[in-house]
C-alpha cells in the first residue's frame, strides 16, 4: 500500500524554523514527484513546494520562495521541507503527496494521487 508520512509540525515563534518530513513507501519513489501543501483555517489548500526525486528539481511557490527549501534523500524514500524565518501566515495543516510516475514536476493539485495526513504548524506572532 502506498503511504505518506508528514511529521515535524509543531509550534514556533515568529522568526522560527522548522523542518517537516515525508516519509514515503509502497512505490518506486525515484519516479514520483512529491510536493507539500497546506490549508490555512478558512482557506483553500495551496501548493508550497514540490520536488521530483529523479532529477531533484523544484519549485517554490511565490510566499515561500527564499524561506523554505525543499529536499530530497531518495535512499531514505523521504523528502523534507526546511522552513526558516516563519511568519504567521505560514500557520497551516501541511500535507505532502505524491504524482507519478513520471510526471516530470506536476504543479497542479489534481496531478497528485497520494496524500499523507497532515501535520499542524502553527507560528505565533
Known amino acids: 500500500d502506498v503511504q505518506l508520512q508528514a511529521s515535524g509540525g509543531g509550534l514556533v515563534q515568529a522568526g522560527g524554523s522548522l523542518r517537516l518530513s515525508c516519509a514515503a513507501s509502497g512505490f518506486t519513489f525515484d519516479d514520483y514527484a512529491i510536493g507539500w501543501f497546506r490549508q490555512a483555517p478558512g482557506k483553500e489548500r495551496e501548493g508550497v513546494s514540490y520536488?521530483?526525486?529523479?532529477?531533484?528539481?523544484?519549485y517554490y511557490a511565490d510566499s515561500v520562495k527564499g524561506r523554505f527549501t525543499i529536499s530530497s534523500d531518495n535512499a531514505k524514500n523521504t523528502v523534507y521541507l526546511q522552513m526558516n524565518s516563519l511568519k504567521p501566515e505560514d500557520t497551516a495543516v501541511y500535507y505532502c503527496?505524491?504524482?507519478?510516475?513520471?510526471?516530470?514536476?506536476?504543479?497542479?493539485?489534481?496531478?497528485?494521487?497520494?496524500w499523507g495526513q497532515g501535520t499542524l504548524v502553527t507560528v505565533s506572532s
Open positions: 503527496a505524491a504524482a507519478g510516475p513520471f510526471l516530470g514536476l506536476p504543479t497542479e493539485q489534481y496531478e497528485y494521487d497520494y
Open positions: 520536488v521530483s526525486s529523479s532529477d531533484g528539481s523544484t
